[in-house]
C-alpha cells in the first residue's frame, strides 16, 4: 500500500483521473478528511469535496506505472 498527495480541480481533471485509474486492476481509494471513495468511481470523487486535500491510497506494492500515470494530479 502506497499513499500519494493529489489535487483534482477541474471536471476535466476528475474524467482524466478516473480514466487513469481504471487502467490499473488494483484497489485504489482517494480519501478527503474522513471520507473515501473508489478512485475509479465518478460519482464517488464528485461526492468529495475537490477543494480539500486529497489522498490516493494504491492498495499494492508495485506502483511504478501508477506513479507515472498520476504525475500531473501530484501535489508536489
Known amino acids: 500500500m502506497k499513499e500519494f498527495a493529489v489535487s483534482i480541480v ?11 485509474m481504471m ?5 485504489i ?4 478528511g ?3 471513495v ?11 469535496d475537490l477543494s480539500k486535500e486529497l489522498r490516493l491510497v494504491a492498495h499494492t506494492d508495485d506502483t511504478a506505472e501508477l506513479e507515472k500515470a498520476i504525475e500531473p494530479f501530484i501535489v508536489k
Open 38 to 48: 473508489d478512485a475509479k468511481s465518478i460519482m464517488g470523487i464528485f461526492s468529495v
Open 23 to 27: 487502467k490499473f486492476d488494483f484497489d
Open 29 to 32: 481509494d482517494l480519501i478527503s
Open 10 to 20: 477541474t471536471i476535466e481533471d476528475v474524467k482524466k483521473f478516473v480514466s487513469t
Open 34 to 36: 474522513r471520507y473515501a
